[in-house]
């Protein structure tokens, strides 16, 4: 067998350890091989949206989204067998969470988000992980059930939101001459709906929920309608394009479901005490999230939860 020169056997040796490389990167996604090549994960949270992503008593983002983020986190290491994996965190806004997704800022993008076809043209979401739906808030005094009740007058809602888009277009359908006001994020919102500003907030009802127990015995003050506007499929955000990564992401969901054990994480965030806040939203998990959990799906059609 003829030797190849020594000069020659290197350019091939390297040239071998490229292909292999760029094997490894292809196998793993851009997501992945970004991660493994940095030493860091990037992930944004809510700092204000109890009790899925908020800032503790020491001022680190915990919660619901939180901790299932967390628990990808801990298989990312794994996989890439990344001990000292940096986790690197943005706080993110209702208008900046899909952007900072989309440009590749955010690896996870851990708050409140609802997954929607259109939405997913532009970027990717995990299996679903709870299942809101929007409902009004108004003062004990009023009785609200939709948005046809609220003719003429002043509707308070977030902007970046699908309540806002849902709200702009049954006003422009129905003729309804509604007064949209909308906050920076939902605190903001209420507070147009405490101060008179408007006659009605609306919003995905456990968020709802979360605001009334921050009033203490002020909750007395508002109702939540019966009737339910829109069903709200929330999810992990996720780069677009990087079926490696979703699979992941997925996989440690689907885990937790098949075990069970996403049950004992529910009820420390939405059945107990919150941690550093002492608030119980007393909010039993939904049908439609135990249908969820049973045959775990990623479809925004709303549908597919009623």
């Known amino acids: 067998m003829k030797r190849l020169p020594r000069a020659s056997a290197a350019l091939l040796a390297l040239w071998l350890g490229f292909i292999a490389a760029h094997a490894a990167h292809a196998a793993d996604g851009p997501t992945l091989a970004r991660v493994k090549s940095t030493g860091v994960i990037v992930i944004g949270y809510r700092p204000a949206s109890l009790p899925f992503s908020y800032l503790d008593a020491q001022l680190r983002p915990t919660g619901y ?117 909308g906050g920076l994020d939902d605190p903001e919102g209420f507070q147009m709906l405490r101060s008179g500003r408007a006659s009605a907030f609306l919003m995905d009802d456990v968020l709802l929920r979360s605001l009334l127990a921050q009033q203490g015995p002020g909750a007395d003050d508002y109702r939540i309608s019966d009737q339910a506007l829109t069903v709200e499929p929330y999810a992990i955000g996720l780069r677009k394009n990087d079926p490696q990564f979703k699979a992941l992401v997925d996989e440690v969901l689907a885990g937790l479901y098949r075990s069970g054990e996403i049950h004992a994480i529910y009820r420390r965030w939405f059945e107990s005490p919150l941690p550093s806040q002492g608030l119980n939203l007393k909010l039993p998990m939904s049908a439609a999230f135990r249908r969820v959990i049973a045959n775990p799906t990623d479809s925004p059609d709303p549908e597919k939860y009623r």
Do not use: W, Y
């Not at 001990?83 to 899909?98: G, I, Q, Y």
């Open 65 to 181: 989204t939180v901790e299932l983020c967390d628990r990808i986190v801990a298989a990312v290491r794994s996989k890439l067998q990344l001990p000292d994996l940096e986790v690197r965190r943005v706080e993110v806004a209702s208008a900046t969470r899909m952007p900072l997704v989309i440009n590749g800022t955010l690896d996870l993008e851990c708050g409140i988000t609802t997954n929607t076809a259109e939405r997913a043209r532009h970027q990717a979401f995990s299996l679903t992980i709870f299942v809101a739906e929007t409902r009004l808030m108004t003062r004990s005094r009023e009785r609200v059930q939709g948005l046809a009740d609220l003719r003429g007058q002043t509707v308070a809602t977030t902007i970046g939101t699908t309540s806002i888009q849902h709200l702009a277009k049954v006003n422009e359908q129905q003729a309804l001459g509604i007064r949209i006001l």
